[in-house]
């Protein structure tokens, strides 16, 4: 049995030795070691060998099995380290590209709104998106009879006809008046709900940012002024702008303010409806209704509020012509801005 082994041992010796790749390797694997491998049939034939030469062939066997699979495993790591896979790295491969949020366009002209005014001495307020009617409308002059109390205009509460989603951020102005002395200087930003049919100009839920500044001797040039300064820093100093009277229940006198068209620039197309002008803002001065409603006297004080519809504000610095496209939420369309 012996010679049997050292026949084996030779003929394992020269297989290594011509082993060039791992499918040898495994060939090599499956002839030898495999529990029905060489190796094995010759630990199977040793308990017919006489009991004296037991010990010889089971020291020889052994061995035999050590050197066999040490063997293998050396080969196995030396094909394996080599493999193309493992040895090379390709350092001129792109990067791999880790996608960050962004702001919201409609977020970042609200905050950059916010940083100008905050710049010309303006705090901010908030309030609730959900009112009563009496801080929607009857403390901001509404006559009882106005249309945008109506169910059409306004989504109201089921539960409770007095309370309403705010119409616009207004009733901000009159908590504000009722919980701090003058003189008052605040924006006030946030969402405000109509009940409107939604459209490429309009939606029944959008933003809006108010302004409020009450003193002594507050005049219309100062509101004229202010919402200037504003505009010049926020279109440009080469923006035009126009002041058109208007009308609102919460002001006295009211007035609008507009800018040249983005895209026609003042010569008329579809989004200025051939006027050349866009409507930016409503302004006005603090009817004296809604400081005695804000238990302010009009006789010693006097006002100026402001509101921009922050959709419309960024719609005219995108370009995109469809409000609905803001809310659509497709990146391809938000990532632009
Ligand atoms: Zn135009």
């Given at each position: 049995m012996v010679e049997q082994i050292k026949k084996l041992e030779t003929e394992i010796r020269t297989t290594l030795g011509n082993i060039k790749d791992a499918v040898e390797l495994d060939l090599f694997r499956l002839k030898y070691?495999?529990?029905?491998g060489s190796i094995a049939a010759l630990f199977e034939q040793m308990?017919?060998?006489p009991p004296s030469e037991k010990p010889i062939v089971g020291r020889e066997l052994n061995l035999l099995r050590h050197i066999a699979e040490s063997e293998y495993k050396e080969l196995k790591e030396k094909f394996n380290s080599s493999s193309p896979a493992k040895k090379q790295?390709?350092?001129t491969l792109p990067g791999r590209t880790h996608f960050t949020g962004t702001f919201h366009p409609t977020l970042r002209t609200m905050d950059e709104m916010i940083d100008i005014f905050t710049e010309l001495g303006f705090g901010v307020a908030e309030g609730p998106d959900i009112e009563d009617g009496y801080h929607n409308f009857d403390a901001l002059n509404?006559?009882?009879?106005?249309?945008?109390?109506?169910m059409q205009d306004t989504f109201f509460i089921k539960s409770d006809?007095?309370?309403?989603?705010?119409?616009?951020?207004?009733p901000v102005q009159i908590r504000v008046m009722q919980n701090q002395k003058p003189p008052i200087r605040c924006i006030m930003p946030g969402r405000v709900y109509r009940n409107e049919a939604i459209n490429a100009r309009s939606l029944a839920e959008f933003h809006q940012i108010e302004g409020l500044y009450i003193n002594k001797k507050v005049s219309l040039a100062e509101l004229k002024g202010t919402l200037m300064v504003f505009a010049k820093k926020m279109y440009g100093e080469n923006s035009s702008f126009r002041f058109r009277p208007s009308f609102f229940?919460?002001?006295?006198?009211s007035a609008e303010l507009d800018i040249t068209c983005y895209l026609c620039h003042g010569a008329g197309c579809r989004i200025c409806k051939h006027s050349g002008w866009l409507e930016i803002a409503g302004c006005g001065m603090v009817h004296p209704n809604v400081l005695r409603a804000g238990g302010i006297d009009p006789e010693v004080y006097s006002g100026y509020a402001f509101g921009f519809g922050i959709e419309r504000v960024t719609l005219l610095r995108t370009?995109?012509?469809?409000?609905?496209l803001l809310y659509d939420n497709d990146v391809r369309v938000l990532r632009q801005f």
């Open positions: 070691l495999v529990k029905k308990k017919d060998a790295i390709d350092l509404f006559p009882p009879d106005h249309p945008a109390r109506d006809k007095d309370l309403l989603l705010r119409t616009h951020t207004s229940p919460f002001t006295e006198p370009g995109i012509d469809d409000i609905r």
